[in-house]
């Protein structure tokens, strides 16, 4: 009689983990649009990366090592004094952080579109998890990524 409950417990634990494990499964197609997203995501970084860089770069006014200082004193009124920071300086290292926060919203907005609308929420989740767990897929991942990298403009 004692044998059975601990039969029933096991063929219950058995089928809930088989129940999951196919439920986790993860398809080439669910793959491929994460992937597809995650690509379109990493493309507006890089180009945002090569946005803020060309804009410091080219500014006449505030030489990069400069802006780097100015941009981590910037919210401390006491410390850019002490740094002598110009009102040029200040406003370039505002407009600059400005426009990090209006591209970082842009790219906040398409990953939440796509995760969404193009990959689905549900199918983002299992294949984030599951890529984080199986070292399989996430080399078949990392396999789509530097595929679907190969178009991407990269950042110089």
Do not use: W
């Amino acid at each position: 009689m004692r044998a059975k409950f601990f039969l029933i417990p096991a063929f219950i634990l058995f089928t809930i983990s088989s129940a999951f494990s196919q439920e986790e499964t993860v398809s080439d197609e669910e793959l491929t649009r994460y992937a597809t997203a995650m690509d379109s995501i990493n493309e507006m970084k890089d180009s945002f990366m090569l946005l803020i860089t060309d804009m410091v770069k080219n500014e006449e006014s505030v030489t990069a090592s400069r802006y780097n200082e100015i941009s981590k004193i910037i919210d401390d009124e006491a410390k850019l004094s002490e740094a002598n920071a110009t009102p040029e300086e200040i406003a370039f290292v505002k407009s600059v952080a400005a426009k990090k926060e209006e591209e970082t919203a842009k790219i906040n907005a398409a990953f939440q579109s796509l995760a969404k609308d193009y990959v689905g929420a549900a199918v983002y989740n299992k294949v984030k998890k599951a890529i984080a767990a199986d070292a399989e897929l996430k080399g078949r991942y990392d396999s789509l990524i530097a595929e679907l990298a190969k178009d991407n403009p990269g950042v110089e």
